[in-house]
């Protein structure tokens, strides 16, 4: 099997930065896109970034301009970078990746256990 572990979460201030990583680990034969998602408790989980393994982006609107996604394919290891955080980026952060075990194996969606991130003064 594959897990992602989270790591980077914690307290900020208003207009200041974290970054968030996550690293695949077991089973890989192969790791396709990766990203991140975001959910408060009772409401539903939404995009914040993906990002392909040849490096294409996306990102939702609310975060344009403000997060960058990136990934390290030889550590198999994705990165949040969180600049100009608002109260309103408080949330779990969750990470996720699409991968193979095997050639031939089927495909998994693997989420990680979710890092809090906190947005106050």
């Known amino acids: 099997q594959v897990q992602l572990v989270e790591s980077g979460g914690g307290l900020v201030q208003p207009g200041g930065s974290l970054r968030l990583s996550c690293a695949a680990s077991g089973s890989i034969f192969s790791i396709y896109a990766m990203g991140w998602y975001r959910q408060f408790p009772g409401k539903q989980r939404e995009l914040v970034a993906t990002?392909?393994?040849?490096?294409?982006?996306n990102y939702a609107d609310s975060v344009k301009g403000r997060f960058t996604i990136s990934r390290d394919n030889a550590k198999n290891t994705v990165y949040l970078q969180m600049n100009s955080l608002k109260p309103e980026d408080t949330d779990v952060y969750y990470c996720?990746?699409?991968?193979?075990?095997?050639?031939?194996?089927?495909?998994?969606?693997?989420w990680g256990q979710g890092t809090l991130v906190t947005v106050s003064s």
């Open positions: 990002i392909t393994s040849g490096g294409s982006t």
């Open positions: 996720n990746a699409g991968a193979r075990t095997a050639p031939g194996a089927g495909y998994l969606e693997v």
